[in-house]
């Protein structure tokens, strides 16, 4: 079971370490290039050779210990580079359906990547049934995350009609100071990801404070502010950028866990802990909306701001309360997600798509909606995987989006009501 | 620091590809977000669908040009109506989120390995340019204006692309003259009043889309041609995010806006890049501030500042008019 899904995350990781490659800075000329890797580990003493259009070979490389390969060529055009399948290491095979030999174009003066997807080989491969539970239980795992953050993006567009592009950026905030205190200021990761749920929802409370209280004081429109999120979303993805730069890093603590084999499924202990963490915070968030004081005030105002303050609820005290729930909420999204992958400075502008899905699936507004749509989309685009290629799992996830939105547009428990 | 190379790029810039790419992708973005009060998230998908649908006809199944042309301006109305029909109808920020999603599952679908037989996958689609430049009537040499000097491609790519920018800007300009362009003007205003007035305000809509996607496309076919090869990252969601920025800052519902807009955003990002990596290469800027590799992030924050800015202060960008804005979802 284990090796289909590792067969599965290493072709996705090779495909990653390809794009986040740099072309070679030294070689002026054209250059055939790549990394092999299998389950993001690299895979060294393979033999690639590329030959002319004619059959004559112009260059022949070994892999690295980095996985690496280069091969100059001596002019642009035409060339097929094959990778010697007779060289890989035994358990590891030229994923199914993929030619070990391919014929591209290189244009003049191109440092051209080349992508052999590896995966376990294909020997054991297991039938699709038996994927079945292990890729549910790591959608819940996806879903659970993409919830807790969904959660923040539902409330607050229900309470203040602000849909907010920025969202993701939170995410990627937690990720990413959580890295800063486990890896550089040397915390342990639990402390660290404290530490980075506190800023963030600091954070949250602050960019109420000065960016959007003063908006809604000024009456600037629900469209214009949308616009102002996607600002606010490029600004903080370059700063992001600039600091933390391109790759991907993992933390410190937790990283090479063994998963325990369950029956059906294999779970390693971090998922477990990621999993009923989620599952504590989300049972806080509907106690909280469900029984206490600020929480009923939140579904009041969510339901009618005006009607809401004329009741004596202090209704800016309810926003930010939820931007700093929200905002901490999604960046524990972000450590929880970085720690099953890495922190990067898109990790969360690349779930924030499927957060919408989400939020939107279950009904725009709705916390709990927003629970169930994500967990349905984490559970869908997992699964999907056993029908579409991997790659294509997050565009399947949005397409069945946008299905629903065809049928049933106020979402699985939103209210209908009449929409234009 | 050398100004005079500074300014001469930003110049360049200002009527180089970029700006006209971004031209008519805004200009179709205008019609809906300016006039007609859609917000497409998604215009980005627009371009690609005609981009790819140039490339893979040509290059992948031998097409000639103008068929290939044909199957994208074909894409680009089957992905307007596609999108449309079933958010239309819904409250507006449905379609941004519809938009938005769509735009990502065609550049995913695009880049992945599975259709790179058809796509080219994350390198992309070449070899399809050849029929546009063949029927390049400038002959070889270095074409000059001012200070600036192109080969006989760029001429050739640059005069389509502005002749384009300016037939589109004069469709628009009598479109929304006309009794159906004030009907758009009217949604956006209040879409109730429009409907209890009997019009169809759906099928208007759908209308807009389409009209705004096929401008964006011929982007796309700019895009194409100019680079002379289709990639998928060319269209993400940051694309359509300056398209907007162009909109906002040009002012959103004006026939010149986008036009104006798109070459100051580009001159401007012209020079911040010139002026960086001049004053790194002349010391003034230490390594620890800022690497050579850093200049294009700091571009990134310098659009999304100057995208909140504009939208908080000056909503009408700078020919708009603060009226024509007063959008509201709910």
Redesign the interface.
Same mark, same amino acid.
């Given at each position: 079971m284990r090796h289909a899904v590792r067969a599965a995350t290493g072709a996705l990781l090779a =495909?990653l370490c390809l794009?986040l490659l740099p072309g070679a800075a030294t070689a002026a000329g054209e250059t055939l290039q790549g990394a092999l890797r299998n389950g993001g580990e690299p895979v060294e003493g393979v033999t690639i050779t590329v030959t002319t259009a004619d059959g004559e070979q112009v260059g022949e490389d070994e892999t690295d210990e980095t996985g690496a390969f280069v091969i100059e060529l001596p002019e642009a055009g035409e060339y097929t580079i094959s990778l010697d399948e007779d060289t890989l290491p035994d358990d590891v095979a030229i994923r199914e359906g993929?030619s070990a030999s391919v014929t591209?174009?290189v +244009?003049v003066g191109q440092q051209?990547?080349v992508?052999f997807?590896l995966g376990e080989s294909s020997r054991e491969v297991r039938s699709d049934l038996d994927r079945l539970p292990q890729l549910a239980l790591e959608g819940l795992n996806f879903g659970l995350i993409i919830a807790l953050a969904a959660v923040g993006l539902s409330l607050i567009y229900g309470t203040t009609?602000l =849909?907010n592009f920025a969202h993701g950026e939170l995410v990627t905030l937690g990720a990413l100071v959580a890295y800063f205190f486990n890896a550089i200021v040397g915390l342990q990761l639990v402390p660290a990801a404290i530490i980075a749920v506190l800023i963030c929802a600091a954070m949250g409370g602050a960019q109420d404070f000065v960016l959007w209280r003063p %908006?809604r004081r000024k009456g600037?429109? $629900? !469209? /214009?502010? $949308? =616009?102002?999120t996607?600002?606010?979303? %490029?600004? /903080?993805?370059?700063?992001y %950028?600039?600091l933390f730069g391109g790759g991907s890093r993992p933390y410190v603590d937790y990283q090479l866990q063994p998963a325990t084999d369950l029956g059906p499924v294999a779970l390693a202990p971090k998922d477990a802990v990621t999993m009923g963490l989620c599952v504590l915070m989300l049972l806080l968030v509907a106690f909280a909306l469900l029984r206490t004081r600020i929480g009923k005030a939140t579904r009041a105002v969510a339901d009618n701001p005006a009607l809401a303050a004329s009741s004596g609820i202090d209704v800016e005290r309810v926003i930010s309360t939820v931007w700093i729930a929200g905002a901490g909420l999604a960046g524990m999204a972000g450590i929880l997600l970085a720690l099953g992958q890495q922190a990067s400075f898109q990790t969360g502008f690349q779930i924030l798509?499927l957060v919408?899905?989400g939020v939107?699936l279950g009904g725009?507004g709705t916390a709990f909606g927003a629970l169930v749509g994500s967990v349905a989309v984490g559970v869908f685009t997992q699964v999907s995987t056993l029908v579409i290629?991997t790659? %294509?799992k +997050? /565009?399947g996830a #949005?397409?069945v989006? !946008?299905l629903i939105? #065809?049928f049933r547009?106020q979402g699985i428990l939103g209210r209908a009501e009449r929409?234009? | 620091m050398d100004w005079s190379v500074i300014f001469t790029n930003a110049l360049a810039a200002a009527v180089g590809l970029e700006t006209v790419i971004f031209a008519l992708a805004a200009i179709g973005l205008n019609v809906h977000f300016g006039y007609t009060g859609l917000l497409n998230f998604g215009q980005a998908a627009f371009l690609a669908m005609a981009g790819y649908g140039l490339a893979i006809s040509v290059a992948t199944f031998g097409l000639p040009t103008l068929v290939g042309v044909g199957i994208g301006l074909l894409g680009a109305v089957l992905l307007a109506l596609l999108l449309g029909a079933p958010t239309l109808r819904l409250r507006a920020d449905y379609l941004a989120i519809v938009t938005i999603a769509a735009a990502e599952i065609v550049r995913l679908v695009f880049r992945s390995v599975t259709l790179s037989e058809y796509t080219g996958g994350s390198d992309g689609q070449g070899r399809f340019a050849e029929g546009f430049y063949s029927i390049n009537p400038i002959p070889v040499g270095t074409y000059g204006l001012g200070p600036l000097n192109f080969s006989e491609r760029q001429t050739f790519v640059l005069s389509v692309g502005w002749t384009l920018v300016a037939l589109s800007c004069l469709l628009v300009f009598m479109l929304m003259r006309s009794p159906w362009g004030r009907v758009l003007k009217a949604i956006r205003e209040d879409e109730d009043a429009v409907r209890s007035l009997g019009k169809n305000v759906y099928s208007y809509k759908l209308q807009s889309l389409v009209l705004g996607g096929v401008l964006g496309s011929l982007a796309g076919f700019i895009t194409a041609w100019g680079n002379a090869v289709v990639q998928p990252d060319n269209f993400s969601t940051e694309t359509t995010f300056y398209a907007y920025t162009i909109v906002i800052l040009g002012g959103a519902a004006r026939v010149f806006g986008p036009v104006v807009g798109a070459a100051i955003f580009w001159a401007l990002l012209s020079l911040t890049d010139n002026i960086l990596n001049q004053a790194k290469a002349a010391g003034y800027i230490p390594d620890a501030i800022l690497t050579g590799f850093q200049v294009g992030q700091v571009r990134l924050m310098l659009v999304g500042l100057g995208l909140m800015a504009l939208m908080i202060w000056r909503p009408q960008g700078l020919f708009g008019d603060r009226r024509e804005l007063a959008l509201d979802a709910r």
């Open positions: =495909v794009l993929r591209l174009p +244009n051209r990547s992508l997807p009609g =849909v %908006l600037t429109g $629900l !469209i /214009a502010m $949308l =616009v102002v996607i600002g606010l979303a %490029l600004f /903080a993805r370059g700063f %950028l600039y798509l919408f899905a939107t725009l290629p790659e %294509l +997050n /565009a #949005l397409a989006l !946008i939105l #065809l547009p929409v234009g | -």
